[in-house]
């Protein structure tokens, strides 16, 4: 047994064991750099006139399960296994993952970066196969009925890719009013939205609206006037910068932006606004405009 250690410590004898980094303490350390496992750069799938895939060269974050951390692995590129034919009259769909071997640990048969693929069922609507557990996907393949090599075969659906510890995550989440109402000087909240946060963030919150003041007849007509007033609400509490626009005639849509603090966990977001000054605002959707929109947007770490 080797006690914890640091990486870049070597290991000791003291006593009956050993103290330093063990290849598990190395692992866990490797997963905290991550908030998300997948493919870092290369591993490309693509196809050609035989029934083995063909994966560039490239790095993946990987991992066996949860609780044993996670490994950097590299793969020099090369074909995969070779898979059958498909000789049904419905298509299927092919996983082709990569795997990191650990013989001392997991009674792997060597210490080798694998690719594999499981091969899916033909069906008039084909579903992803089951991979095994502790690889990682690299594509899904869809392969066409009466193939007798991949040739044809197409990419369908996502893949995972890894996302370093606190790099931003990009969009959270986005909420829309789908539907024409009517703004009054009561205020209202729209948008709400849950986002689970895994360190305290910056986030920007972009709110859209679309209105016109009520009763102004189009574009031209500037004898009305409507003010929205509004702010980004965190937990029900009001936070960032407070907007305030003036609507006339036009169907318009007033973006605003504002940048706010959050705090690790779980928060839901929203927006509020009312008419400030002027007549009722009619917020316009109609199926091809914004409406009131909210969109949380990921800015990294905040230090």
């Not at 059958?84 to 071997?101: F, G, K, Y």
Request: hydrophobic share 40%.
């Amino acid at each position: 047994m080797v006690d914890t250690s640091a990486l870049g410590v070597s290991a000791v004898r003291a006593g009956n064991g050993w103290q330093g980094c063990d290849a598990h303490t190395h692992r866990k350390i490797i997963a905290s750099h991550w908030e998300a496992f997948g493919i870092v750069a290369g591993l490309n799938v693509t196809t050609a006139n035989t029934l083995a895939y063909q994966v560039s060269e490239g790095v993946a974050v990987t991992s066996r399960s949860a609780t044993d951390g996670a490994m950097e692995a590299y793969w020099g590129g090369g074909a995969s296994p070779a898979v059958e034919a498909n000789q049904s009259t419905n298509p299927r769909i092919d996983c082709v993952w990569l795997q990191a071997h650990n013989q001392k640990e997991l009674r792997d048969t060597d210490n080798l970066v694998v690719i594999g693929v499981t091969q899916g069922t033909p069906a008039a609507t084909p579903v992803k196969p089951t991979p095994p557990a502790g690889v990682t996907v690299l594509a899904w393949m869809q392969v066409p009925a009466n193939s007798t090599s991949l040739t044809a075969a197409t990419r369908v659906g996502d893949v995972d890719y890894a996302r370093p510890y606190g790099a931003a995550a990009g969009l959270l989440g986005e909420a829309q009013v789908k539907q024409d109402l009517v703004l009054t000087n009561k205020t209202q909240e729209f948008c709400k939205l849950s986002v689970n946060l895994p360190t305290d963030r910056n986030l920007e919150c972009a709110v859209t609206v679309c209105a016109s003041a009520a009763g102004s007849n189009g574009a031209g007509d500037l004898s009305k006037a409507s003010e929205i007033r509004g702010q980004v609400y965190v937990d029900g509490q009001p936070t960032g910068d407070f907007f305030n626009y003036c609507f006339r005639g036009a169907w318009e849509p007033f973006p605003f932006r504002t940048n706010i603090e959050c705090a690790r966990g779980q928060h839901t977001i929203s927006v509020r606004c009312w008419v400030g000054y002027g007549v009722n605002a009619n917020i316009h959707y109609n199926g091809r405009f914004p409406g009131i929109k909210l969109a949380v947007v990921d800015g990294g770490i905040h230090q």
